[in-house]
């Protein structure tokens, strides 16, 4: 069974300048979550998605990110503009439905921003 | 959101011995409990879970403990070995929402 795929791994942009993240789930997960990992501390959710729809954006900076998940299947995490301290390891997981099932998660993408 | 912090940032072990992560967690309303590993350059594994009608579950090499009295949530791993080395985090489950505590380093010493 493939795993979730993450693109690019790594991404350095300047401050004000816009980036996308696109993450592949593992096929049939249902539930598909985007989390910011800043060095040194845990991930922290930003977006979860149920099918193509968000169940959970609370801690999502809604004036600079964006994410969309439009066929229920592969999503993406739009910045714009960057701000410095966006500087962290975007990771996307997937689980078969929500709240009891493994989380599986992706290798993450590194953006460092400048 | 709530609360997940661990007691040691970073924890030396030598190689065979047992080590021993511990977590505390602030909401008494979760009921589910992960226990993930994070090599370096790599997103977080997963290691271990417990729901919260358990006190313990066992896998291959870890157990986890959990203590709702106080709200405690541990990993042991039995005979260290230097692939153990990682940042290990737990993270609760809280009405479908996962949070994260901010990881303990394990060093595994030869």
């Known amino acids: 069974e493939a795993g979730v795929a993450q693109s690019p791994r790594y991404k350095i942009i300047e401050k004000r300048q816009s980036v996308a993240f696109w993450c592949n789930p593992i096929?049939?997960?249902?539930?598909l979550y985007w989390y910011q990992q800043i060095l040194g501390q845990g991930p922290k959710l930003l977006i979860q998605?149920?099918?193509?729809?968000?169940?959970?954006d609370s801690q999502l900076p809604k004036d600079r990110f964006s994410a969309e998940r439009l066929k229920g299947v592969d999503s993406t995490l739009k910045i714009q503009p960057a701000k410095l301290e966006d500087s962290a390891v975007y990771l996307c997981?997937?689980?078969?439905?929500?709240?009891?099932?493994?989380?599986?998660f992706g290798p993450g993408t590194r953006l460092t921003v400048l | 959101g709530e609360s997940v912090g661990l007691h040691l940032p970073t924890l030396s072990v030598q190689e065979g011995d047992n080590s021993i992560i511990n977590c505390a967690y602030s909401?008494?309303?979760?009921?589910?409990f992960i226990w993930y590993k994070q090599e370096s350059g790599k997103g977080p594994q997963f290691i271990i879970d417990?729901?919260?009608?358990?006190d313990k579950r066992q896998g291959q090499r870890v157990t986890v403990l959990l203590n709702k009295t106080v709200k405690h949530l541990s990993l042991q791993i039995a005979a260290t070995q230097p692939g153990d080395s990682a940042v290990y985090f737990c993270?609760?489950?809280?009405?479908?929402?996962?949070?994260f505590g901010s990881g303990t380093k394990l060093n595994v010493k030869p």
């Open positions: 096929s049939g997960h249902a539930t």
């Open positions: 998605f149920q099918n193509n729809g968000v169940v959970d």
């Open positions: 997981a997937s689980s078969r439905d929500r709240g009891g099932s493994e989380q599986f």
């Open positions: 993270a609760e489950n809280d009405f479908n929402k996962f949070y």
């Open positions: 909401n008494s309303a979760s009921d589910y």
């Open positions: 417990i729901r919260s009608n358990m």
